[in-house]
């Protein structure tokens, strides 16, 4: 076969624009598929299990709200419509919605922990418009709250409501400061970010510790010898509406 | 050319000073909320985005609807438009500009808004939607500068400008789509997640800003010189009436889906915004007004002979407007959030400062609109 001169070029222009194409696609898509990859390579997975039957013996019991909220200096803000929670709870029926029929609405227990869940697929992350949130390689969705423009388009993804803005200044309503952990500004976004800090100096998570029954197991979900998965494979665990895709890293125990 | 908006009648700059006043109000309002927070206006956890995002969303649909009036004359020799494609172009100059501000005042941390160009990040639909509103801003502010120069030379256009209008209109299309991706690509708000959003957009686009323009042609015609002339109203009553009516039928068809399947999901937002959800019905008495005038102005639209009647045109044109501005400038946004992830029904209502603000979003983009009509009527005066 000939290939002229201009066949080449046009094939070429051809190639162009599907390679450029491609990137584009790619670019599009890649927040999404870096962590399996890297869970392939050997890294962690942070996740956490949460037992509900033993949240159901403590009815009532908030230690591990009250601990996070300390420890990064969460405000305690008088109008609730401006309220910033990290890990707090809520009635079943509210976090598994449409999962109780009118028979169980007892044996599953008045209310559940709730946090960010940390998503495999976090729709947060795709949407953000300057990369403000993130994914770490160890599962870990962070915040950069320097960077954030607080266009809320994050809170208007995440299918979990686990995103709090702060509408007002939270310095002054911070009772008694954690001079370790930085306080936000007005007008940044966020959330839960699975005690980073103290993963840093190897330690758990500050709710975990908190939890006088040790109802939060939390782990590497990539381990198999794991304490989380030996949990995980034992006993039937559900996550926050699957469905969506997202992929949580937090199970409940039920 | 802007020395045009420097001469003028008592009454032209009376309105002048209104509009500044409104800016100023709008001003003031701002700088309250950049000092204290967005915990000035009636927003909260559950329903983060208000009537700021709402009236972006709006008025993107206005300023895609200059390709209404774009489209038929340099595709189709529609002549009745030649004297308005003009007006549609400059209406979108000064709609994106407002886009841009109800943005722009929605932001945590203004001063950081430039991160988006830092860090550009096209996964997010943001991305695309900055790309497609400056591109827009730019293709018909040149557009209506190298149009409007050209006109006051005596001269033709120069060639090369076409090419440049045909490619505003896919643009304008992208701008509405890109919007309307904004929403219906997220896991977790039923109510924004149906694929005919894009349409919906772009049908109560081609209504509502079709439905503006034939208000200010007549209100140009009153206080001006300048006629766009009986036949070019007419017409543009007859894109109003189709837009309207593709309008409708789309949001018939978003009520079917969502309230005969019967899924909690979908349908519960439009029983918030129809019947009240939990006790709250706020925006109730919004959506049952938006309907109303939307099936008035069907009926003074649809029949030819309300339609001619250039009085009941322009009663349906303004109940077009409103109705519009009412579901898509609030309703569709607020009953996103609504329940909430966590099954919260939680009520939302502006602020005074929060009104203050977009009164002067407001009043920037009628300054805007009545010095570039000015200049225009102007130039076509002293030819």
Redesign the interface.
């Given at each position: 076969m000939k290939l002229t001169r201009k066949d080449f070029l046009r094939v070429l222009a051809g190639s162009a624009v599907a390679v450029g194409a491609g990137t584009?696609v790619h670019?599009?898509?890649?927040?999404n598929d870096r962590e399996s990859a890297e869970a392939k390579n050997g890294k962690k997975r942070w996740g956490m299990a949460i037992d509900l039957q033993k949240c159901r013996e403590e009815k009532g019991c908030d230690l591990c709200s009250r601990a996070c909220h300390r420890s990064h200096n969460v405000p305690r803000l008088p109008?609730?419509?401006?309220?910033?929670?990290w890990l707090w709870n809520?009635p079943n029926?509210?976090?598994f919605?449409?999962q109780q029929n009118d028979y169980t609405r007892h044996a599953l227990g008045e209310t559940v922990p709730?946090l960010c869940n940390h998503c495999t697929n976090p729709?947060c992350v795709?949407?953000?418009?300057?990369?403000?949130t993130w994914k770490r390689g160890d599962g870990v969705v962070m915040m950069d709250y320097h960077?954030?423009?607080?266009?809320?388009?994050c809170?208007?993804?995440?299918?979990?409501?686990s995103r709090?803005?702060?509408?007002?200044?939270p310095r002054p309503h911070l009772g008694a400061p954690n001079p370790d952990f930085p306080p936000r500004?007005?007008?940044?976004?966020e959330k839960c970010n699975f005690c980073e800090e103290r993963l840093a100096d190897g330690k758990q998570p500050a709710c975990v510790e908190a939890c006088p029954r040790n109802a939060m197991v939390f782990g590497d979900l990539n381990d198999g010898n794991s304490p989380i998965r030996q949990l995980l494979s034992g006993r039937y665990a559900v996550q926050r509406?699957p469905e969506?895709?997202?992929g949580p890293s937090i199970f409940y125990l039920v | 050319m802007l020395d045009k908006a420097l001469k003028g009648s008592g009454r032209y700059w009376g309105w002048i000073a209104f509009l500044l006043a409104l800016i100023a109000v709008g001003f003031t309002c701002y700088l309250r909320q950049l000092a204290y927070g967005l915990g000035i206006t009636g927003l909260s956890r559950d329903v983060s985005w208000g009537i700021y995002i709402a009236q972006f969303t709006f008025f993107v649909g206005v300023a895609a609807s200059a390709v209404m009036v774009v489209l038929p004359y340099y595709l189709h020799n529609v002549q009745q438009f030649a004297r308005i494609t003009i007006l549609g172009e400059l209406l979108a100059v000064a709609a994106v500009t407002m886009c841009m501000l109800f943005i722009f005042v929605d932001m945590g941390q203004p001063a950081r808004v430039l991160n988006v160009l830092l860090y550009p990040t096209p996964h997010s639909m943001m991305f695309w939607d900055m790309i497609s509103l400056t591109g827009y801003l730019l293709l018909n502010g040149v557009i209506a500068w190298v149009m409007l120069s050209a006109e006051q030379k005596g001269r033709p256009a120069p060639s090369w400008i076409k090419p440049v209008i045909i490619l505003s209109i896919p643009w304008a299309i992208s701008i509405h789509t890109v919007t309307a991706f904004l929403y219906n690509g997220l896991p977790g708000r039923p109510l924004w997640f149906t694929a005919i959003l894009a349409p919906r957009f772009l049908a109560s686009a081609f209504a509502s800003g079709p439905a503006l323009l034939i208000l200010l042609c007549l209100a140009l015609r009153r206080l001006t010189s300048f006629d766009a002339g009986q036949e070019a109203i007419r017409r543009l009553g007859v894109i109003v009436a189709y837009a309207m009516t593709v309008n409708v039928f789309f949001l018939f068809l978003e009520l079917f889906t969502a309230l005969y399947s019967g899924m909690p999901d979908h349908a519960e937002p439009f029983e918030y915004l129809f019947f009240g959800l939990d006790g709250k019905n706020g925006l109730v008495p919004v959506m049952w007004l938006s309907v109303v005038l939307a099936l008035a102005s069907l009926l003074a639209l649809l029949v030819p002979r309300f339609r001619r009647n250039e009085r009941v045109l322009a009663l349906a044109s303004l109940a077009v407007f409103l109705s519009l501005w009412l579901e898509k400038g609030m309703g569709l946004i607020v009953a996103g959030f609504v329940p909430s992830p966590l099954r919260a029904v939680t009520s939302y209502a502006p602020t005074a400062p929060e009104w203050g603000i977009v009164a002067g979003v407001w009043g920037i983009g009628a300054l805007l609109l009545t010095i570039f009509y000015k200049i225009t009527v102007s130039l076509r005066e002293a030819n």
């Amino acid at each position: 076969m000939k290939l002229t001169r201009k066949d080449f070029l046009r094939v070429l222009a051809g190639s162009a624009v599907a390679v450029g194409a491609g990137t584009l696609v790619h670019a599009v898509g890649s927040a999404n598929d870096r962590e399996s990859a890297e869970a392939k390579n050997g890294k962690k997975r942070w996740g956490m299990a949460i037992d509900l039957q033993k949240c159901r013996e403590e009815k009532g019991c908030d230690l591990c709200s009250r601990a996070c909220h300390r420890s990064h200096n969460v405000p305690r803000l008088p109008d609730p419509a401006h309220e910033v929670k990290w890990l707090w709870n809520e009635p079943n029926g509210k976090v598994f919605p449409f999962q109780q029929n009118d028979y169980t609405r007892h044996a599953l227990g008045e209310t559940v922990p709730v946090l960010c869940n940390h998503c495999t697929n976090p729709a947060c992350v795709r949407v953000c418009p300057t990369q403000a949130t993130w994914k770490r390689g160890d599962g870990v969705v962070m915040m950069d709250y320097h960077r954030c423009i607080g266009c809320r388009y994050c809170m208007a993804a995440c299918p979990y409501g686990s995103r709090s803005f702060n509408y007002v200044d939270p310095r002054p309503h911070l009772g008694a400061p954690n001079p370790d952990f930085p306080p936000r500004t007005a007008g940044v976004v966020e959330k839960c970010n699975f005690c980073e800090e103290r993963l840093a100096d190897g330690k758990q998570p500050a709710c975990v510790e908190a939890c006088p029954r040790n109802a939060m197991v939390f782990g590497d979900l990539n381990d198999g010898n794991s304490p989380i998965r030996q949990l995980l494979s034992g006993r039937y665990a559900v996550q926050r509406q699957p469905e969506l895709g997202c992929g949580p890293s937090i199970f409940y125990l039920v | 050319m802007l020395d045009k908006a420097l001469k003028g009648s008592g009454r032209y700059w009376g309105w002048i000073a209104f509009l500044l006043a409104l800016i100023a109000v709008g001003f003031t309002c701002y700088l309250r909320q950049l000092a204290y927070g967005l915990g000035i206006t009636g927003l909260s956890r559950d329903v983060s985005w208000g009537i700021y995002i709402a009236q972006f969303t709006f008025f993107v649909g206005v300023a895609a609807s200059a390709v209404m009036v774009v489209l038929p004359y340099y595709l189709h020799n529609v002549q009745q438009f030649a004297r308005i494609t003009i007006l549609g172009e400059l209406l979108a100059v000064a709609a994106v500009t407002m886009c841009m501000l109800f943005i722009f005042v929605d932001m945590g941390q203004p001063a950081r808004v430039l991160n988006v160009l830092l860090y550009p990040t096209p996964h997010s639909m943001m991305f695309w939607d900055m790309i497609s509103l400056t591109g827009y801003l730019l293709l018909n502010g040149v557009i209506a500068w190298v149009m409007l120069s050209a006109e006051q030379k005596g001269r033709p256009a120069p060639s090369w400008i076409k090419p440049v209008i045909i490619l505003s209109i896919p643009w304008a299309i992208s701008i509405h789509t890109v919007t309307a991706f904004l929403y219906n690509g997220l896991p977790g708000r039923p109510l924004w997640f149906t694929a005919i959003l894009a349409p919906r957009f772009l049908a109560s686009a081609f209504a509502s800003g079709p439905a503006l323009l034939i208000l200010l042609c007549l209100a140009l015609r009153r206080l001006t010189s300048f006629d766009a002339g009986q036949e070019a109203i007419r017409r543009l009553g007859v894109i109003v009436a189709y837009a309207m009516t593709v309008n409708v039928f789309f949001l018939f068809l978003e009520l079917f889906t969502a309230l005969y399947s019967g899924m909690p999901d979908h349908a519960e937002p439009f029983e918030y915004l129809f019947f009240g959800l939990d006790g709250k019905n706020g925006l109730v008495p919004v959506m049952w007004l938006s309907v109303v005038l939307a099936l008035a102005s069907l009926l003074a639209l649809l029949v030819p002979r309300f339609r001619r009647n250039e009085r009941v045109l322009a009663l349906a044109s303004l109940a077009v407007f409103l109705s519009l501005w009412l579901e898509k400038g609030m309703g569709l946004i607020v009953a996103g959030f609504v329940p909430s992830p966590l099954r919260a029904v939680t009520s939302y209502a502006p602020t005074a400062p929060e009104w203050g603000i977009v009164a002067g979003v407001w009043g920037i983009g009628a300054l805007l609109l009545t010095i570039f009509y000015k200049i225009t009527v102007s130039l076509r005066e002293a030819n």
